[in-house]
């Protein structure tokens, strides 16, 4: 039986620490970090060695089948993952309930009635929501919306799919086929992309699944509790084993009285509530720094630059009257953002501005041929010389997402 439980306990572990690492591996700031190099073992090198070795053996015909498929589940619009998703918590709920209903009393019962639409309720308006889609009737409020900083986000740039001038803060997304106003990520849990509208419902949709996870494993303990006290003390008299010892106990008893149905799913649920909740904490980081998902790839990437001191700062004012409207010299080694200057420059009324131009070289010179364009230029070394004007503040930050 101890075997058993065992074997439980590592498969859990092992799929709740896989998915942690696949989960947060990816994110920027974890990048350097061992959570960053395994979550590239696992998806890049790992994957390389084998579709090697593939090549080998088949001639990289399972390789092939694997590409076609994982381009589908990848790339394409498909709401597998969200029926997987919603298909587990139903699965779960009714095996919990059908077993654990008869024993709760009302008082406990009331608060499910409410944590368990919840989480449909928000993959629904995360699901539905298209208003974040930049289309031609929505364009001009999308442009309104955010200035652009001459950092992330220049003016003059025209999506090359959707023919939209690209407002501030949006990103075109390959999946939904669509620029996405203030675009957060594309979310396979809820088959769409999180962007102005929805994002705040994502967050509610993290809040209540990690609640109804830790609600669900109170219940399910407290349904548990009073037989396992029972029982729990035939252990104590004999030999009194160690505490590691009756805790494997508790777990045996645990599983032999409230089975799968019970302990189980009050166990899956416990072990997995941190990772809505973990998710939930980092985008309300992301909240009290002023940033998308999107954006912490580009911050990361500038930040990379001004370490490899490629990296130069300049006034705005200053660079637009000696280069004209872009700031930018027309030199090979400077990367020209002014792709369609004919567009107008739309005014944002916003509390934050800056006069501030960022460019990255690739020869790591200033960029200008005189010396009149070169010297408005600083090299920058670190992030925090550099304004983010997207970011008012925690609770004005807040404000504008639960505002949508
Ligand atoms: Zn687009
Ligand atoms: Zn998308």
């Not at 993290?206 to 494993?217: F, H, K, M, R």
């Not at 029982?231 to 505490?243: E, K, Q, W």
Request: charged letters at 15%; a positive charge.
């Amino acid at each position: 039986m101890v075997g058993k439980v065992g074997k439980i306990a590592i498969a859990v572990g092992f799929i709740s620490f896989f998915t942690f690492v696949s989960f947060f591996g990816r994110l920027p700031a974890l990048r350097n970090t061992p959570i960053g190099a395994l979550y590239r073992l696992i998806w890049i090198y790992i994957p390389r060695a084998l579709a090697a070795l593939d090549a080998r053996v088949t001639g990289g015909n399972i390789s092939r089948y694997l590409a076609r498929t994982s381009t589908y589940l990848l790339h394409e619009k498909h709401p597998l993952v969200l029926i997987l998703f919603l298909g587990l918590i139903t699965v779960c709920s009714i095996l919990f309930l059908y077993s654990a209903l008869p024993l709760l009393s009302v008082a406990q019962f009331l608060p499910v009635s409410i944590l368990l639409p919840a989480p449909y309720y928000f993959t629904y308006l995360c699901a539905r929501s298209s208003s974040s889609l930049i289309i031609e009737s929505n364009h001009d409020q999308h442009l309104h919306e955010y200035p652009y900083d001459y950092v992330l986000y220049h003016p003059h740039k025209t999506c090359r799919t959707c023919l939209l001038s690209k407002p501030a803060r949006s990103k075109h997304c390959s999946i939904c086929r669509a620029c996405v106003a203030k675009c957060d990520h594309h979310c396979i849990w809820v088959n769409n992309c999180l962007g102005k509208e929805n994002y705040r419902w994502f967050l509610i949709l993290l809040l209540s699944v990690g609640v109804l996870e830790l609600y669900g494993s109170w219940l399910a303990w407290s349904v548990l509790s009073p037989r396992l006290q029972y029982r729990a003390s035939v252990y104590d008299a004999p030999s009194a084993p160690s505490l590691w010892t009756r805790f494997i106990y508790l777990i045996i008893e645990t599983v032999s009285i409230g089975g799968f149905s019970v302990t189980g799913v009050g166990l899956l649920a416990l072990l997995t509530a941190p990772l809505p909740l973990a998710l939930l904490l980092y985008h309300l980081y992301l909240i009290w720094t002023g940033m998308t998902t999107n954006e912490t790839v580009k911050w990361s990437d500038w930040r990379e630059d001004m370490a490899d001191g490629v990296v130069f700062k300049a006034k705005r004012s200053e660079a637009v009257a000696i280069n004209g409207p872009s700031g930018l010299p027309q030199r090979p080694d400077t990367k020209f953002y002014g792709e369609n200057p004919s567009l107008d420059e739309v005014h944002v009324d916003w509390p934050v501005g800056s006069d501030q131009l960022l460019v990255r070289t690739i020869r790591g010179q200033p960029p200008g041929a005189s010396e009149a364009q070169s010297n408005i230029w600083k090299r920058c070394w670190r992030l925090n010389d550099v304004d983010n004007i997207y970011d008012l503040g925690f609770w004005d930050n807040l404000l504008d997402v639960l505002r949508g």
